[in-house]
């Protein structure tokens, strides 16, 4: 099974001078040889470079770590989830540094990602990123729970600005389902988006190139209706042969 990830990321069209959110994906071999793809989502937490600084860096230094990683290490759930989370401990130092150093407020930036090897999957988050898995059915589920304040609206877990020691990054391990599409998001996406009316769609996104068309239209969708932040999605999917006639 041959698994594809289609990504987009659209600035808002307010006064921010820069898209906060950032997206990376990777396909890359373990060393039992499996597949693996791994996918990250992250929305700065700041209307200054200092939030797109976070969510840049944290998206690269993932990507980066996953290929050291897997290269001398097979894909298991606890194990990988242990090393995710000693990662994003990391990350969260390092930009808190970056904020120490450079700026008088935090750097920082929610998270989302997922792993799978197209058999299992581990999805993660911190912070109000979510991960949905959409069904043929016309079932959604979202299947990460926002880390918000007890307001219900300030985010209460992120990347950066936290002490050290303090990052507790949300797990989720279920198998992957080849019928079902994964989405990762920032909420300038699933904010205002009614899965219903786009579920066709969804389903007709079989290869990557047709996900990236997909989510241009979802980004152009939102925002010709008024959502104002950035907008940042990943599908991933198993891909699908055309059927003839």
């Known amino acids: 099974m041959s698994l594809f990830c289609s990504g987009v990321s659209a600035q808002c069209e307010t006064m921010k001078h820069i898209n906060q959110d950032d997206f990376g994906f990777v396909r890359l071999l373990d060393n039992q040889q499996s597949e693996i793809t791994a996918a990250?989502?992250?929305?700065?937490?700041?209307?200054?470079?200092?939030?797109?600084?976070?969510?840049?860096?944290?998206?690269?230094w993932w990507i980066e770590w996953a290929q050291t990683y897997f290269a001398d290490h097979?894909?298991?759930?606890?194990?990988?989830?242990?090393?995710?989370?000693?990662?994003?401990?990391?990350?969260?130092?390092?930009?808190?540094?970056?904020?120490?150093?450079?700026?008088?407020?935090?750097?920082?930036?929610?998270?989302?990602?997922?792993?799978?090897?197209?058999?299992?999957?581990?999805i993660f988050n911190a912070g109000d990123s979510r991960a949905y898995e959409i069904q043929p059915s016309g079932k959604i589920r979202c299947l990460t729970q926002d880390d918000v304040g007890e307001d219900g609206k300030s985010i209460s877990m992120h990347i950066g600005g936290k002490n050290k020691g303090e990052v507790q990054i949300s797990f989720f391990t279920e198998n992957f389902n080849a019928e079902n599409k994964y989405l990762l998001c920032t909420d300038g996406m699933y904010r205002h988006l009614r899965f219903a009316d786009w579920h066709e769609k969804f389903f007709s996104a079989n290869?990557?190139?047709?996900?990236?068309?997909?989510?241009?239209?979802?980004?152009?969708?939102?925002?010709d209706h008024g959502e104002l932040d950035d907008i940042t999605g990943i599908l991933l999917s198993a891909e699908q042969e055309e059927q003839d006639g």
């Open 207 to 223: 290869n990557r190139k047709l996900g990236v068309i997909l989510l241009t239209q979802i980004a152009d969708f939102l925002q």
């Open 40 to 60: 990250i989502v992250a929305d700065g937490v700041s209307n200054s470079f200092n939030g797109k600084y976070a969510s840049y860096n944290t998206v690269r």
């Open 74 to 122: 097979a894909f298991e759930l606890q194990e990988t989830a242990e090393q995710i989370q000693q990662e994003m401990e990391q990350y969260n130092d390092m930009l808190n540094a970056f904020s120490e150093k450079n700026s008088d407020e935090d750097t920082c930036c929610t998270v989302c990602g997922i792993i799978t090897d197209g058999t299992v999957m581990i």
